[in-house]
T-cell receptor, first 115, second 108 residues
Framework: DTEVTQTPKHLVMGMTNKKSLKCEQH?????MYWYKQKAKKPPELMFV???????INESVPSRFSPECPNSSLLNLHLHALQPEDSALYLC??????????????FGQGTRLTVV | DAKTTQPNSMESNEEEPVHLPCNHS???????IHWYRQLPSQGPEYVIH???SNVNNRMASLAIAEDRKSSTLILHRATLRDAAVYYC?????????FGTGTRLTVIP
């Protein structure tokens, strides 16, 4: 199984809503990532978890709150988002910290629309 | 952070080889060069990576310049399914950022 599964595939939420994005992998990977991608732009790194601990937070606003309940799961909790937060949110995982001679596997993403 | 520079777009005829260039002049000695591609409405997909030597796999070849300041992704026979945005990234321990990418169009 070389899949990273993200749910839901699409999400529409109001600015006062609270929602969560979920990501799951069963490859035994110890590093997991959240990226945000706007249309026609490259993915932008948001958070990195390494061995279930948050290791990188790219100055992401606190309305985005990541959580890693165990080594297979990664959540992104959303609260009080703005319309400009509408984007494709991508989850990825790798055997170890990406860059150490290891490839990353990406999910298909969650298309988020904030209204 | 090592930055990468790629042409915004390239075209290729179907079944011809494609050479996608990337400049990474600020790369450090321990940064790996990774290539990913992203098809429409999908997440990025790993293509190939290397450190110093040229690399081959079933998808592509990666040619790395001797000074490591540039690299070239080679698709040996482009197919319509290879139409995608190709990202070149120089990745180190804390450098996990994508470059701007090259949009490859394959002409039948």
């Amino acid at each position: 199984d070389t899949e990273v599964t993200q749910t839901p595939k699409h999400l529409v939420m109001g600015m006062t809503n609270k929602k969560s994005l979920k990501c799951e992998q069963h490859m035994g990977h110890r590093a997991m990532y959240w990226y945000k991608q706007k249309a026609k732009k490259p993915p932008e790194l948001m958070f990195v978890y390494s061995y279930e601990k948050l290791s990188i937070n790219e100055s992401v606003p606190s309305r985005f709150s990541p959580e890693c309940p165990n080594s297979s799961l990664l959540n992104l909790h959303l609260h009080a988002l703005q319309p400009e937060d509408s984007a494709l949110y991508l989850c990825a995982s790798s055997q170890d910290s990406w860059g150490r001679n290891t490839e990353a596997f990406f999910g298909q993403g969650t298309r988020l629309t904030v209204v | 952070d090592a930055k990468t520079t790629q042409p915004n777009s390239m075209e290729s005829n179907e079944e011809e080889p494609v050479h996608l260039p990337c400049n990474h002049s600020t790369i450090s000695g321990t940064d790996y060069i990774h290539w990913y591609r992203q098809l429409p409405s999908q997440g990025p997909e790993y293509v190939i990576h290397g450190l110093t030597s040229n690399v081959n796999n079933r998808m592509a070849s990666l040619a790395i310049a001797e000074d490591r300041k540039s690299s070239t992704l080679i698709l040996h026979r482009a197919t319509l399914r290879d139409a995608a945005v190709y990202y070149c990234t120089a990745l180190g321990a804390n450098n996990l950022f994508f470059g701007t990418g090259t949009r490859l169009t394959v002409i039948p």
